[in-house]
Structures are given as structure tokens and as C-alpha cells.
């Protein structure tokens, strides 16, 4: 579950404040897959990175499965954020490091034990369908392939959600609907919560539940999928 309580981000621009956030309240049920759609600067990276606390928020608070993330102590947060997964758009993998050591990169940082590790990614790799490429590299991949490979290290601490920034948008039509497809298995099969921002109403309309419409810093629309699309 994650919930914003009346949160307010600003920054400090070169000659005036932008207020990227601006009184959002708004709640993702768990088990749910959540769309924020809206145009470039409406504030959708800043407010996914409020959820794993890339950003602080200036007020208000977020929930994360009952725990106020804006409250908790460096240690506690540590142990919240391993409950959070995310990809992005351009993947964000090591490229000097092979396909399975991007995916166990978490659990080596965490420091789990060396065989637990191994058990681990090879489940994760044969999930994501990649098995055959673990000792490969990122720029021996697919765009599609390495967003499996981005989706298969998010994964790995076992996280109750997942966010999405942008996963599809650097992909073609065919891996797009390929990757939305390993999505809704994650959602359905491990009952993880997804957080997802797109510029793109065809991902919203494929694999959402709920969206919500961001312009200028406010949800301005939200609701179910069928809702808010079919109102005139
Ligand atoms: P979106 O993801 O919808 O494109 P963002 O959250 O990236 O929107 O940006 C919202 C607003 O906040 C924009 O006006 C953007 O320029 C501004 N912004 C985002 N990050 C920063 C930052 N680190 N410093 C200053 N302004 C920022
Ligand atoms: P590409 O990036 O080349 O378009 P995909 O990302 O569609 O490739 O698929 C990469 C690999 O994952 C392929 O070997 C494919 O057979 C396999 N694959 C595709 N869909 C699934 C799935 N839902 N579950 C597991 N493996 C899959």
C-alpha cells in the first residue's frame, strides 16, 4: 500500500521556486497496478521518487505498508526501501558487469550469502526468461532484454512494489506489450503492488487498474481506468 498525505516538493530554481508537487493526496491499494499519466514536468518522476525516497518531500507525508516513510530512522528506512523496486527507462544496468551480476548486484550490497545469491538470480533469470545470458553483458542485449534484466534485479530483495519509471518508453510496440506482459504476471503472481509513470495513454489502457492525471504539480483526474476514459 502506498499512501500521500498532502505532499508538497519544491525546488529551488534558478530564479523562483517550482513547486513540483503540490498537495498530492492519493492511495494505491495493494495489489493494484496504478498509472500516473500526464506531459512532460507534471511532476510524475518526482512523485515516484518521493516513494523510495530518491527525493524528500518538502511536506506532508508518504505511506509505505503502514509506515510513514517521511518519519522513519536512517536504519528503519534502509529496511523499508528493500521492499521497493524499481526500473527505469533506460534500464540504468552496469555495463562492465555481466547480466548476472546487475541482478544480484542488491543482495551482494546487502550482503547475502554467496549461495543464497545464486539460487536467488537463477530463479530470477529463468523467470525473466533470460537464463541463457547470465554471463553475457548489457550492450549484448536487447533493449527488451536488458528492461528483463532491469525488472529481474528489482525483483530480487523480494519487494511488495514496484515502480515504474518510463519502462517501456525507449522500447518498440512488440517488446512495449512483451514487457507489460511480464508485468501483469508480477502483479498477479507475487502480488506485488506496481507504481507506474508513463507519458503513454496505450500503457495505462493496457495494464492499469486505476490512473491518475497529473498536470502542473496536481492530480487534476483519477479514478478507475474505464472511468476516467470513458467520461466525456
Ligand atoms: P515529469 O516526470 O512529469 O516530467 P518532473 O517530476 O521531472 O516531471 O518535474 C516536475 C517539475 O520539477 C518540472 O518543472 C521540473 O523542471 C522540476 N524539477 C524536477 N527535478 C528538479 C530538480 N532536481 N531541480 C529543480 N527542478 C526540478
Ligand atoms: P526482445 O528484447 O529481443 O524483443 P523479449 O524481451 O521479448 O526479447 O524476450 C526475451 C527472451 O525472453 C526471449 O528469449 C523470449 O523467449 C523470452 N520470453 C518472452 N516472454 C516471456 C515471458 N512472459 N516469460 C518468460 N520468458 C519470456
Request: glycine share 6%; proline share 3%; hydrophobic share 40%.
Amino acid at each position: 500500500m502506498i499512501e500521500f498525505i498532502g505532499v508538497d516538493k519544491t525546488y529551488q530554481g534558478s530564479d523562483a521556486e517550482i513547486h513540483a508537487l503540490d498537495n498530492i493526496n492519493f492511495k494505491v491499494d495493494t495489489g493494484e497496478i496504478y498509472g500516473v499519466v500526464g506531459y512532460s514536468g507534471a511532476g510524475k518522476s518526482t512523485l515516484i521518487r518521493c516513494v523510495n525516497q530518491l527525493e524528500r518531500v518538502s511536506a506532508g507525508q508518504v505511506i509505505v505498508d503502514d509506515k510513514d516513510l517521511t518519519a522513519l530512522t536512517p536504519a528503519e528506512l534502509r529496511i523499508t526501501k528493500k521492499r521497493i523496486g524499481m526500473i527505469f527507462q533506460h534500464f540504468n544496468l552496469l555495463n562492465s558487469k555481466t547480466i548476472y551480476t546487475n541482478v544480484a548486484m542488491p543482495l551482494i550490497l546487502n550482503k547475502t550469502p554467496k549461495s543464497e545469491i545464486k539460487e536467488r538470480v537463477t530463479e530470477l533469470l529463468e523467470f525473466v526468461g533470460l537464463s541463457d545470458k547470465a554471463s553475457q553483458y548489457p550492450d549484448q542485449l536487447s533493449g527488451g532484454q536488458k528492461q528483463r534484466v532491469g525488472i529481474a534485479r528489482a525483483l530480487a530483495t523480494n519487494p511488495s512494489i514496484l515502480l515504474c519509471d518510463e519502462a517501456t518508453s525507449a522500447l518498440d510496440p512488440d517488446t512495449t506489450e512483451s514487457i507489460l506482459k511480464l508485468l501483469k504476471k508480477i502483479n498477479k503472481e507475487y502480488n506485488i503492488t506496481i507504481l507506474l509513470i508513463t507519458h503513454e495513454m496505450s500503457v495505462i489502457r493496457d495494464i492499469c487498474h486505476k490512473v491518475a492525471v497529473m498536470e502542473k504539480g496536481k492530480i487534476i483526474e483519477r479514478g478507475s481506468v474505464f472511468d476516467v476514459f470513458s467520461s466525456p
